[in-house]
């Protein structure tokens, strides 16, 4: 076997093992992720999948980069070619209801399911879910930011609270779909945003 094909095979392993612990981390969050359940939802030996990661803990912060990687193909990139600003914001925030409503992830919004997983916790795990959060917000914030400076959005505009009400609404979509199997969540989310981004 060559080095080359050995190298691709290891980084295939690596994937279908990351793909699987999405799905698995989705509707059982990332504690319920084991290594006896990867290994035999795989066909693999507990050592085959141990190797790749070494710990639980890289693991589960390889799936939030996994998961991370699914999200910005799912919402940023659809958005990003939109005008920045006021444009912008609005196409993010229909990919990001499209994303929730499209079930692109089983259990709903990989972080939102992550975050109440590991708020009260301490540790690498809850920090990386704190900063995909504080990286989307400066996103939304920025947007907003440049909404208002070029006309679109009121003067007054605070940023930081259209920020948080976004990201309000969506993780109140996020609860309906979910939780309630709501067929009405994503148009009433999709009302609430047009609300706010007029």
């Not at 060559?2 to 095979?9: L, N």
């Not at 009260?120 to 879910?129: L, M, S, T």
């Not at 990286?135 to 007054?156: C, F, N, S, T």
Request: charged share 25%.
């Amino acid at each position: 076997m060559s080095p080359r094909r050995s190298v691709a095979e290891a980084l295939g392993t690596r994937t279908a093992i990351l793909d699987r612990s999405v799905a698995v981390a989705s509707t059982e969050g990332l504690e319920g992720l084991t290594i006896g359940r990867l290994a035999l939802d795989l066909g693999m030996s507990k050592s085959g999948v141990l190797g790749h990661f070494g710990s639980k803990e890289t693991l589960q912060l390889a799936v939030l980069d996994r998961a991370a990687e699914v999200f910005r193909a799912e919402v940023w990139e659809p958005a990003q070619p939109a005008q920045p600003g006021l444009p912008r914001l609005r196409a993010l925030c229909e990919a990001w209801i499209s994303y929730l409503e499209r079930g692109v992830f089983p259990g709903g919004c990989f972080f939102v399911a992550a975050a109440h997983e590991f708020d009260g916790r301490k540790g690498p795990v809850r920090d990386a879910v704190a900063a995909l959060f504080d990286a989307w917000r400066e996103r939304l914030r920025k947007e907003a930011r440049r909404a208002v400076k070029v006309g679109d959005l009121p003067a007054g505009t605070d940023a930081d609270q259209l920020a948080f009400e976004l990201l309000g609404v969506v993780m109140a979509l996020n609860h309906a779909i979910q939780l309630h199997h709501d067929p009405e969540a994503a148009a009433l989310a999709r009302r609430a945003v047009r609300a706010r981004l007029i």
